[in-house]
């Protein structure tokens, strides 16, 4: 965001006097958000994603110049919280996708929480457009060597996601337009991100912070990161073939997910069918490269991402890829011509 550090404040107070009440509100508790230490950064209106700067970590700022000088020149863009400089860990609860059906993720919460004999404690409360909340927690410090907590999905529960280091919440004020259903993918409604609750963001209860470090295979629970390195037993030409695949899953922009994870499938069910890489080995690599999109703010499903998985592994085993005719190791560890 630009700074203009020289422009005087009144002119930015009169700018932000000139737009509406609800303008005004929503601005205002936006620098709220930032005045007790959390990152913000900017969203194009109306919507979830994209981030207005593609390197949104970088601009995530809790400098309530700089978020003034920005919403008061751009009222109608939501705003996001960075979680993971923020110091927090956003527990997401979404609603069935059909009314009066499954139990909801706030319920499926609650029942967990009971089985270790407590109930979740009065914490910082956000309404979501769709009827589902977002419960904000104190992140707690990672033990030396280990990894902040990341994004997950359906890891704790039933309809509960996660949002930890390297994700984003909208910030309540934030606002949807209402989405309808195309192409096989449900309607969303519209609708304002609502304050219920001020109290201030409580510990993350120990039970919760274990079932949020678990991992689980095929649960898409990895943190959002770059998927940087293949396997050390890959060849030096199969581990470049699979990083660049790898790759193209983790620089796909919301539209392009699955089309994208289909095409990464495809390439490495091609090198499994030509005996250079593990059927088993290419799906957990894609699965771990995908689990970031499934965890982040596009609509994109756990279900729909296995599915293009699974689908481009099938169409590239039927046309198998064969190596050039170099000496290297093969996927395990023996020497082939």
């Not at 930032?34 to 979830?48: C, T, V």
């Not at 059909?98 to 407590?118: D, I, K, M, S």
Request: charged share 20%; with cysteine; hydrophobic share 35%.
């Amino acid at each position: 965001m630009n700074t203009h550090r020289n422009e005087h404040p009144d002119r930015l107070q009169r700018q932000l006097n000139s737009l509406t009440a609800a303008d005004r509100a929503r601005i205002t508790s936006w620098i709220t958000c930032a005045e007790q230490g959390w990152h913000l950064f900017p969203i194009a209106p109306a919507r979830k994603a994209p981030p207005v700067f593609e390197d949104w970590r970088r601009h995530a700022t809790t400098d309530p110049v700089r978020l003034l000088r920005y919403f008061a020149a751009h009222p109608h863009h939501n705003a996001a919280i960075a979680c993971g400089p923020s110091g927090l860990i956003v527990i997401d609860c979404d609603q069935p996708k059909v009314p009066g059906g499954e139990p909801t993720g706030a319920a499926n919460l609650a029942e967990l929480a009971n089985r270790h004999g407590q109930s979740l404690p009065p914490t910082y409360t956000v309404s979501t457009p769709s009827g589902g909340t977002h419960l904000y927690f104190q992140a707690p410090k990672p033990a030396a060597g280990a990894a902040p907590l990341g994004n997950t999905s359906r890891t704790v529960a039933a309809l509960v996601d996660s949002r930890g280091d390297g994700g984003y919440v909208l910030a309540p004020g934030s606002w949807l337009a209402p989405q309808p259903a195309a192409g096989g993918r449900p309607g969303r409604p519209g609708g304002s991100y609502e304050l219920l609750d001020d109290t201030p963001p409580a510990p993350l209860l120990t039970w919760l912070h274990r079932a949020l470090s678990t991992d689980r295979p095929m649960s898409y629970s990895a943190p959002a990161e770059k998927v940087v390195a293949a396997p050390r037993s890959l060849g030096r030409y199969v581990a470049a073939v699979v990083r660049d695949e790898l790759d193209r899953v983790h620089r796909a922009g919301p539209g392009h997910h699955n089309a994208s994870v289909f095409t990464a499938a495809r390439a490495l069910g091609q090198l499994a069918a030509g005996g250079a890489l593990g059927m088993a080995e290419a799906e957990a690599l894609l699965t771990r490269a995908a689990a970031p999109i499934a965890a982040g703010p596009c609509d994109c499903t756990t279900r729909g991402l296995a599915a293009s998985i699974r689908s481009g592994l099938a169409y590239g085993a039927r046309r198998p890829r064969r190596l050039p005719a170099v000496e290297q190791p093969d996927y395990r560890g023996r020497r082939s011509a």
